[in-house]
Every structure is written in structure tokens, then in C-alpha cells.
């Protein structure tokens, strides 16, 4: 029975869109060391989820013409097929949406604001969209945000606020007096000097121009600040405050892993909220690098983003998990490319790897009958070997209680590497050649044994490659050879076993082959499109029943203003001819108020309602974009009632 527990928990991802390549590294990160802390038999809880509100959201839903929720459901369903065909193995998947999270965030705020840590007041300054963030003057230099870039909005609301200067200088003590709080030791000192030091500023927990989030019970012209929604999940899917048991089972977590854009929010935010709450702080929070590609930061509005499905479905999961934990030193930044990727494959899992395995069995099957002999007679190069692989276990738990994935996989491949030298050491062909039968089942068994533990030590990076070594080499069913405590001895895999006919793991790839089809994909793409008039159809088509579920009508405009502080929207009022809808339209660029009045246009008219800038807006106008900022309203030929259905 496990005597020791292990709480490990990703960032909650935001569903405003697909997730790339850089997301998965968290991921397969945090699945790596939960699989390895189950391997040496700790009762393992292992978290990951989605932040589903915020008003970033609740826009993206409006432009897809989809309700919030429907949109990130969409997405969501997306993301844990991502983790299924990445073997990501949690323990549970927390959906900020979920009732067992609202009713737990609904208590803490309730509780903050009755101690008196959160009040009451009016909010004007600088707010960044896509990263849900405030920023003061000082931060957001030229009206651009610190973090991504983009330009920030002038924000003015009612909001409620939280006082976290009250526990700045608590929070810096305990920065101060646990070195592994924050890691890596960088990471630290910028949150002390960028943030701490200079001083808190009070922190804006909700919000009122926009209704997609949790409500605050006590005031439902409020909705909880997503950062305060957010962070929370890592104790409401433990079932804090109302069901207690799991979460003083396994709080506080043993370590949270983040990308280091959001090392802000977890390292002064966080543990600011849960020392308001009383609640011990997480033993560790480590922000680790980005994932790069050669031109830069992944981003979807640079349109360089790499879709993972795609690589499992060329590569394979585990080769697509061994390079993320091996190519890039975790805690500094990392540069992804295809040729990185095929580099790996045909050195490290074909050469190295699937050498050694292919290698020894077809001996094996040549010298010995496909049946592995009994170790008899030792010789040189033995002990040396055998020491290594003894030794190679305790150095990866070592490297892995530091989260140094890929300093633990090249510790593996030491023994790897010192096996393939051991082949050509003993040269086992030279031993049947000359009838040293004691000695060759000797030198054949200590191959396979090499590889029975390589293959136990690899589980946690590459779960499915073991199954396969293991069918390989005859103990596929032999459970006990394949824990931790069997990699402590040597010597435990049974003589006579029989061996399999070897079978590539990993075939090498062919570079050039490879280059030769993404060219030849490049130039049929180039080819359908050079018709810029032609359109294809995306895999989203859908059937008649779906698009009867729109209802299209004729809208006539009645009448037309600007969004206070928003400079593309508008506020529009429209007959659908026995009632009157209001909407909110980005469409102030390219019409003025008046010169849509009057105006009769196609209208989508059972879509959910939202509030965008504090303003609700039940419908939306049909227009097309041409690509370079202009908007054209959808127009109709002939004179027809508003409420007309479109058929």
C-alpha cells in the first residue's frame, strides 16, 4: 500500500481556442513525474482542467454565434481527446464551469469578503483581454501589455477588490524562508523585484461588464474576477470547503507546474488568497520555459502554431512525449522543429533503443533458439554493466524529485548506450563461433535483462513503448518484472524464457522522404488555391437538420448608438416585426449610427444572450469581412417584412 501521498496539478487551460504543441509540454510534463511517483508507490493525485469564464470567452462564443457554454464545450471535448491520444493520465479534470466549482468559489469569496478582505469601490485603469490582467500606467508601457503585447483597454466598473498589500509582507517572509517555494531560483527574483518590492496594488476580483462568470451571491450585478474563479480549482476539485476529505488528504500539493507567463499569478495572487483563507501554501511552484519555434513564440495570430494531434498521428505518442521531456532542459526555454523531432527519433528511440532490442533478440533467435539461457559464467565487462543499471534507477528518482525530465532520460540512455557498447564488448557472434555456450547464454542474458529494466524505468516517459518491449521479450504477462522494486535487483528475469522474432520499434525515418512529402503537400495546397475566388470545404460541414436549428429572419434597424469606450461596437435596436431586439455589433468602422437606420438585414435570432461592455445583447446581425477590416452588413434583394424567416 502507497504510505506517502503526491499532489500534482497543471495550469487549468483557457478553451478560447485549440490547444498547440507548447500547451502539451505542462501536460506530458506533470503525467511524466505522476507516473513515475505512482512507479515508486506514492498514492498519486494528479489535476488538470479548464478556465472557462472570463470575457475573452464570452467574445469568442459571440463571434462564433455559439452560447458561451456551447463553445467551450466544444473545445473542451477537443482537449481531453488531445490527452487520450497523449496518454495523459490524470486523476481528475476540474471544468471551472462545473457546479462543484461555482459553489465552492461562491463560499470563498463569501467568506473573504465577511473577514473583511474584500470591499467594495469604483475601478478605472488599464485591462489586457487576452490575458484577463490589470496593469498599472507604470506596467503597461505604451498602452501595451507587459505579458503579450497586445494594447490594453481603459477599463471604468464598480468592482469589488481584495486586499492583497494586507499580506505582502507575510508573503515575501515565506518566499524568503523557503528557497523551493518558487523554482526555478529566477523566476523567484523577478516576482520579489518586479512585484513585491515595488508593492502591492489591491487586486480587482470581479467584474460587471460582463456576466459570463461565477455570480456573487451577495451582489448578482457581479460576477467573480476570473483569476480569483481560476486559481481556486486547485482546491475546489479536492472539495474544498464543502467536502473536506480528499482535500486534507492530499493539500497541500507537492508541486504546481506553470508556464512562466503565469508564474505572477500563482506566486504572489495564489498564495496570497490561500493565506487569507488559512490554508497552508503548495510546497512548490515551478514555472518552466516555453516551448519556441525557430521564428518565435507559438502564437495564433502569427498563425505558427503546431497542432499535437497531427504529430501523434505521424510520429506516435510516445516519440512526440520522449521529445518534449528530453529535447529541452525543463526550466528554460526550448526550440521545437520537425527536424529536431525526426532527429530524436532516429538517433535516440531507432539507433539507441531500438537497436539494442532488435539487435539482441535476433542473436537470440540465431545463436540460442529464441529461448533466453541461464547466466552461468561470468567475464569481463559484466560487473560494470550490471552496476549501472543497479545504479541508474536511484540517479532518475533524484533527478525527477528536482523535475529534471530530461537530465533523467539521459541518465537512461547512459545505460542504453552502455548496453549497445556491451554487444560489441563481448561480441557474442565471436562466442558461437567458437562454442563458449556458458558464456554466450550469459552474455544474451544480460542483455535482456539491461532491457527488461530499461523498459520499466521508461513507463513514466513512454507508457505504451514498454508494453511492446515486454511482448518482445517474453514477459508481457509477468507483472512483478515490471515494478520498481524489480529494478532493484538484478538477475530477476526467469532463464528459458522464449523470446519473440524481433520487430522495429522504432523505424528510422527518412529525412529526405519526409522533406519530399511536405513539399509536395505545400505545392497541392498551392495549387487548389491559386483560385483566390476558390473556397474549400474544412472538415466542419454539417448537415441540413443542423443549419435548420439557426433561426434566420429579417431584422429591420430602428435605431443605432455607440458603446460607451469602445470604439468598434455598437449598440443596435432592431424589429423582428412583433418585437424589438437590442445587440451589440463590432461593426462601428465600418457604419455610422446613422446610416443604419432603417436598414433591413439577415438575423441569427435564437442565439443565447451575453452582456459584451456591460451591455446585453440577445441576436446577432449576418455581415462578411473582406479580410482588411471592412465589415459589409448581408443585404436583401426586394421589399420584405421584418420577422421573415429565412428558408
Known amino acids: 500500500m502507497p504510505s506517502k501521498t503526491f499532489y500534482i496539478t497543471t495550469p487549468i487551460y483557457y478553451p478560447s481556442d485549440k490547444l498547440h504543441i507548447g500547451h502539451c509540454y505542462t501536460t506530458v510534463a506533470a503525467d511524466a513525474m505522476a507516473r513515475f511517483k505512482r512507479l515508486t508507490g506514492h498514492d498519486v ?10 470575457q475573452k470567452i464570452e467574445r469568442r462564443a459571440l463571434e462564433s454565434g455559439k452560447s458561451p457554454q456551447v463553445f467551450v464545450d466544444e473545445i473542451v471535448d477537443w482537449i481531453k481527446d488531445l490527452w487520450k491520444i497523449l496518454d495523459i493520465s490524470y486523476d481528475d479534470f476540474i471544468r471551472t464551469t462545473e457546479k462543484r466549482h461555482q459553489e465552492a468559489v461562491q463560499a470563498i469569496f463569501q467568506k473573504l469578503y465577511e473577514q473583511g478582505d474584500i470591499y467594495k469601490d469604483n475601478y478605472e485603469g488599464l485591462y489586457c483581454t487576452p490575458c484577463e490582467s490589470f496593469w498599472a500606467e507604470r506596467q503597461a508601457k505604451d498602452k501595451k501589455c507587459p505579458d503579450c503585447g497586445t494594447e490594453v483597454e481603459v477599463v471604468a466598473e464598480e468592482s469589488y477588490f481584495f486586499k492583497m498589500s494586507k499580506y505582502a509582507d507575510r508573503l515575501y517572509q515565506h518566499i524568503m524562508e523557503h528557497e523551493e517555494f518558487i523554482q526555478p531560483s529566477s523566476r523567484k527574483n523577478e516576482m520579489i523585484n518586479n512585484f513585491l518590492k515595488p508593492g502591492l496594488e489591491e487586486l480587482c476580483v470581479s467584474r460587471t461588464s460582463f456576466d459570463w462568470g461565477v455570480p456573487v451571491t451577495f451582489d448578482k450585478d457581479h460576477v467573480v474576477y476570473v483569476w480569483l474563479d481560476a486559481l481556486t480549482n486547485y ?15 492530499y493539500w497541500p500539493a507537492d508541486v504546481q507546474l506553470i508556464g512562466k507567463e503565469i508564474v505572477r499569478f500563482h506566486t504572489i495572487y495564489w498564495p496570497i488568497f490561500l493565506m487569507a483563507l488559512d490554508i497552508p501554501l503548495p510546497k512548490q511552484v515551478f514555472g518552466h520555459g516555453w516551448l519556441l519555434l525557430e521564428e518565435g513564440k507559438m502564437s495564433k495570430t502569427r498563425g505558427n502554431v503546431i497542432d499535437p494531434q497531427v504529430l501523434v498521428d505521424q510520429y506516435g505518442s510516445d516519440a512526440i512525449r520522449y521529445f518534449l521531456l528530453r529535447e529541452i532542459p525543463f526550466g528554460s526555454d526550448g526550440t521545437f522543429s520537425p527536424e529536431a523531432l525526426i532527429q530524436r527519433i532516429n538517433y535516440d528511440l531507432a539507433n ?6 532488435h539487435r539482441t533478440l535476433n542473436m537470440i533467435h540465431k545463436f540460442a533458439g529464441g529461448v533466453i539461457g541461464e547466466p552461468i559464467e561470468e567475464g569481463e565487462y559484466d560487473r560494470e554493466l550490471k552496476e549501472l543499471a543497479l545504479a541508474t534507477p536511484k540517479e532518475m528518482e533524484k533527478l525527477m524529485d528536482q523535475l529534471q525530465f530530461s537530465c533523467a532520460l539521459a541518465e537512461l540512455w547512459k545505460l542504453i548506450g552502455r548496453a549497445n557498447k556491451y554487444i560489441d564488448e563481448t561480441a557474442p557472434w565471436a562466442l558461437n563461433r567458437e562454442g563458449k555456450r556458458f ?3 550469459t552474455v544474451l542474458y544480460n542483455f535482456v535483462e539491461t532491457i527488461r529494466i530499461v523498459s520499466v524505468l521508461l513507463q513514466p516517459f513512454m507508457p505504451r513503448t514498454p508494453q511492446r518491449i515486454w511482448s518482445q521479450i517474453g514477459i508481457e504477462n509477468q507483472e512483478e518484472l515490471h515494478t520498481w522494486e524489480s529494478v532493484k535487483s538484478w538477475g530477476l528475469l526467469k532463464p528459458n524464457t522464449r523470446v519473440e522474432k524481433p520487430e522495429a520499434i522504432y523505424p528510422r525515418i527518412d529525412v529526405e522522404k519526409e522533406v519530399e512529402k511536405k513539399t509536395e503537400k505545400k505545392e497541392k495546397k498551392k495549387e487548389k488555391n491559386k483560385d483566390k475566388g476558390e473556397k474549400q470545404l474544412t472538415g466542419n460541414e454539417i448537415n441540413i437538420d443542423e443549419f ?6 429579417v431584422a429591420e434597424i430602428i435605431e443605432a448608438e455607440k458603446v460607451q469606450d469602445a470604439d468598434k461596437l455598437l ?16 461593426i462601428a468602422l465600418s457604419y455610422s449610427p446613422e446610416e443604419l437606420k ?10 443565447a444572450p451575453v452582456k459584451i461592455r456591460g451591455v446585453r445583447s440577445q441576436g446577432m446581425l449576418l455581415a462578411a469581412d473582406d479580410g482588411k477590416g471592412k465589415i459589409v452588413l448581408t443585404g436583401l434583394n426586394g421589399d420584405i417584412a421584418p420577422g421573415s424567416r429565412v428558408r
Open 598 to 607: 432603417g436598414k433591413k438585414v439577415l438575423f441569427a435570432a435564437n442565439l
Open 548 to 553: 435548420a436549428k439557426v433561426d434566420l429572419r
Open 439 to 441: 558464456r554466450l547464454n
Open 352 to 357: 539507441d533503443l531500438g537497436n539494442l532490442l
Open 571 to 586: 449598440k443596435i435596436k432592431v424589429s423582428l416585426g412583433d418585437e424589438e431586439r437590442q445587440v451589440v455589433a463590432g
Open 45 to 54: 493525485w494528479f489535476l488538470t482542467g479548464t478556465d472557462e469564464h472570463g
Open 235 to 249: 482546491i475546489t476539485a479536492l472539495g474544498y470547503p464543502h467536502n473536506p476529505d480528499k482535500f486534507d488528504k
